[in-house]
């Protein structure tokens, strides 16, 4: 069982920035995909950024150019930085880590770190 506790969300103006981090509770080096997801109100989850643990990185075309998903399986974290903010990247950010194999799935979930962009 892995635990993530994410951390740096909170309130920022348009154009801002912040860098939110996931901390997990043993190695990440064997998780396959390390994630960001969020969830804003009325709206379901989605993917913000993922990044495999050969470095390979995927992004939600809507962040692309303005967030980076970054891991340092040192100290067994990942980050998003996040630029360039919008209003509409307001919402829940949410750690994921995923475990695969043949033919499973296994992902784990922090609790959510929130991110308000506004002036």
């Known amino acids: 069982q892995v635990q993530l506790v994410e951390s740096g969300g909170g309130l920022v103006q348009p154009g801002g920035s912040l860098r939110l981090s996931c901390a997990a509770s043993?190695?990440?080096?064997?998780?396959?995909?390390m994630g960001w997801y969020r969830q804003a109100p009325g709206k379901q989850r989605e993917l913000v950024a993922a990044?495999?643990?050969?470095?390979?990185?995927n992004y939600a075309e809507s962040v692309k150019g303005r967030f980076t998903i970054s891991r340092d399986n040192a100290k067994n974290t990942v980050y998003l930085q996040m630029d360039s903010l919008l209003p509409e990247d307001t919402a829940v950010y949410y750690c994921?880590?995923?475990?695969?194999?043949?033919?499973?799935?296994?992902?784990?979930w922090g609790q959510g770190t929130h991110v308000t962009v506004s002036s």
């Open positions: 990044i495999t643990n050969g470095g390979s990185t």
């Open positions: 994921n880590a995923a475990r695969l194999r043949p033919g499973v799935r296994i992902d784990y």
């Open positions: 043993e190695s990440i080096f064997s998780i396959s995909i």
